[in-house]
């Protein structure tokens, strides 16, 4: 039922879609063919990309690609005057050129799983035989219970840990001195660790005991909300997807039907999204008034304090989240006519009401930076070459930002124990296009797609069809590649991450000693 509600879905938002794009001709001024054949490039891209035959990274990597491109601009145009937010307003009314190139994405995209599926998924259901369980495998069907609790101790005990001492979090870097290795070790458990042992045990459950439990999937999506909550991160539905996505594709082998558990999945997920996007916020403004107070008191920057426009820049900054969404007693109410006047003259601020639009809107990397990069004048390979070499600082810029002249509207404050440091990333895209050439952007994107499908059959056969797992590795991987940018040459820290993580699941799926194999 849910499979024919999703094909019904699927064929439903692309009509609408293509409606939404003929509606909103009217707001663009350049080329209506151009911008039509772009968006109908975006949408073909999005339904073939998400059927039933693209792999994991297509599905995921393909929706960001649309959320950045088409959704983005298209709503941009129509609900903010054509204002495209990239730290600060992008306003460029006639962009014929980056649409082309836009275009030219779709389709190699599409030609990319079109190859995919005929060369490296030959065949339509990969097969591959299991003989016999692991050690830690049967320890968790004996003692079901025990491993449950005890992970669940662990990551609440995690994200508390993490939320108390900010050992990682979006947007703020922990300055105190907590040893290099339990830094590291914390984050590796918050982004990868513990939802790969949450795919773990789901796989084990569906596979040996032939059924859906109903506390087996809630404790994983707890684990997902609680770590990403803790990092101040509001990815918690996308996250949350890539581990039912695949439960329900394996829930249509069992004889009994699991849809009214899924749907109750669904419900839960969007209660947690609501709960997890108000709470981050609140977190956050909560951190940052702590960051205020502590620059303030910082004795270094007693000069700066008295320097009314910085000291008043820092103290008006508030991620751009409006009082009024979080509280019950704004200080000043707006008439819908000031708004409105307000939103006109200062289309990069959001204002009363405006959070979950501004929100929905630019919380996407895309098309904005390539608008940045196509028009600078700038991009060649000596600028490619340049980017790669940038390394990780605490307060500094960017090189995207200093090289696109976003340093403006960046605000980074560093105290004692703390920093404020949001960096704004172009994504692998606009990154590989830095080098001004449209057939190395091209070729890089048909090689992008090529390697991380492999890597994803990979990830199955070693993990003995762990199609979970599998699933949450291609949205990390596609997650990364869309926030790409910044330090690129420190993307080694995210390989080894993702090493130890496959390392993890396959000793936990492959160990065979028999000590632990005796009940």
């Known amino acids: 039922m849910i499979f024919q509600i999703y094909k019904i879905l699927r064929i439903f938002f692309f009509i609408l879609f293509i409606s939404i794009s ?39 990597f393909g929706s960001y690609l649309f959320l950045g491109f088409w959704f983005k601009y298209v709503f941009s145009l129509m609900l903010l005057d054509g204002v495209v937010f990239d730290s600060g307003q992008l306003k460029k009314t006639n962009i014929d050129e980056v649409l082309i190139i836009g275009i030219l994405i779709a389709l190699v995209c599409i030609l990319s799983s079109f190859l995919n599926r005929k060369i490296i998924n ?9 003989k016999q369980n692991s050690i830690f495998e049967n320890f968790y069907l004996n003692n079901r219970v025990l491993v449950i609790l005890s992970f669940s101790i662990l990551f609440i005990s995690v994200s508390f840990l993490n939320i108390n001492l900010g050992i990682y979090q979006r947007g703020f870097i922990n300055l105190s001195e907590i040893n290099f290795f339990i830094k590291g070790f914390v984050k590796w458990l918050l982004l990868f660790g ?5 795919c773990f045990l789901i796989h084990v459950e569906i596979s040996n005991l032939k059924r859906i439990n109903f506390v087996t999937i809630i404790i994983p999506l707890l684990e997902i909300f609680l770590s990403y909550s803790s990092m101040l991160s509001r990815s918690f539905v996308i996250n949350a997807t890539s581990l039912i996505l695949p439960t329900y594709q394996k829930s249509l082998d069992l004889k009994k039907n699991y849809n009214n558990l899924f749907y109750i999945f669904f419900a839960i997920i969007i209660f947690l999204t609501g709960i ?20 303030k008191d910082t004795v270094s920057n007693k000069s700066l304090v008295a320097n009314s426009e910085y000291s008043n820049r820092i103290e008006n900054y508030n991620f751009e989240i409006p009082l009024k969404d979080l509280t019950s007693t704004p200080s000043k109410e707006l008439t819908k006519e000031e708004i409105k006047i307000k939103r006109k003259n200062e289309p990069h601020k959001v204002y009363s009401g405006d959070l979950f639009k501004f929100i929905l809107i630019n919380r996407w990397i895309g098309i904005e930076s390539l608008i940045q990069v196509h028009y600078s004048g700038k991009a060649n390979f000596n600028l490619l070459f ?93 997650t990364r590649l869309m926030h790409f940018g910044y330090a690129p040459k420190d993307s080694y820290l995210f390989i080894i991450s993702i090493l130890l993580s496959v390392i993890f699941v396959v000793f936990l799926s492959r160990s065979k000693l028999e000590l632990f194999n005796k009940k």
Not at 23 to 44: A, H, M, P
Not at 194 to 198: G, R
Not at 279 to 292: C, F, G, I, P, W
Not at 393 to 405: D, H, K, L, M, S
């Open 386 to 478: 340049s980017a790669l070499k940038e390394n990780k600082t605490i307060v500094n810029n960017t090189f995207y930002e200093r090289t696109f002249g976003l340093s403006w509207a960046k605000l980074n404050v560093r105290t004692k124990s703390e920093a404020l440091k949001g960096n704004t990333l172009p994504g692998i895209i606009s990154f590989l296009y830095y080098s001004g050439n449209l057939y190395f952007l091209l070729i890089s994107l048909l090689l992008i797609f090529s390697i991380f499908n492999l890597f994803e059959k990979l990830i199955k056969k070693l993990t003995n069809m762990n199609l979970i797992y599998t699933c949450f590795i291609s949205n990390m991987i596609a």
């Open 276 to 295: 997890s996007v108000y709470s981050v916020n609140y977190l956050r403004l909560e951190k940052l008034a702590t960051v205020k107070y502590e620059w």
């Open 194 to 198: 513990l939802t790969s042992f949450s």
């Open 22 to 60: 003929f509606y909103s001709l009217k707001f663009y001024e350049g080329s209506v063919y151009i911008y039509l054949i772009y968006c109908l490039s975006f949408i073909s891209m999005l339904y073939y990309l998400t059927d039933n035959g693209a792999s994991y990274f297509e599905i995921f």
């Open 122 to 130: 030959y065949k339509k259901k990969d097969q591959f035989q299991k």
